[in-house]
């Protein structure tokens, strides 16, 4: 059974940075796509970044050049670093093992001034 925890979110200003954790067990992780998605109040989920096994990474067009995506397939744990963070990037950040279907319980991140 795969289990995801998120871990990292919290209160920030607008122009801050936070940094997420996703550990995974129950999984052979380094062979897994790993995703994140958030989802805002009052707002469907989205998908915000992937990262293949190897390490590429793609992101969501609201969240580039401001967010980083990296995995250490070692810890078996993924990350996403975030920074210039804008109130509408708040929301619940969910991690996504996308190979097998499984998510985390989601960890809150709120941007405000």
């Known amino acids: 059974q795969v289990q995801l925890v998120e871990s990292g979110g919290g209160f920030v200003q607008p122009g801050g940075s936070l940094r997420l954790s996703c550990s995974a067990s129950?999984?052979?992780?380094?062979?897994?796509?790993m995703d994140w998605h958030r989802q805002a109040p009052g707002k469907q989920r989205e998908w915000v970044a992937s990262?293949?096994?190897?390490?590429?990474?793609v992101y969501a067009d609201s969240v580039k050049g401001r967010f980083t995506i990296s995995r250490d397939n070692a810890l078996h744990t993924m990350y996403l670093e975030m920074k210039s963070l804008r109130p509408e990037d708040t929301g619940v950040y969910y991690c996504?093992?996308?190979?097998?279907?499984?998510w985390g319980q989601g960890t809150q991140v709120t941007v405000s001034s």
């Open positions: 129950g999984s052979i992780f380094s062979a897994n796509r």
């Open positions: 996504n093992d996308y190979s097998m279907g499984s």
């Open positions: 990262i293949s096994p190897s390490g590429i990474p």
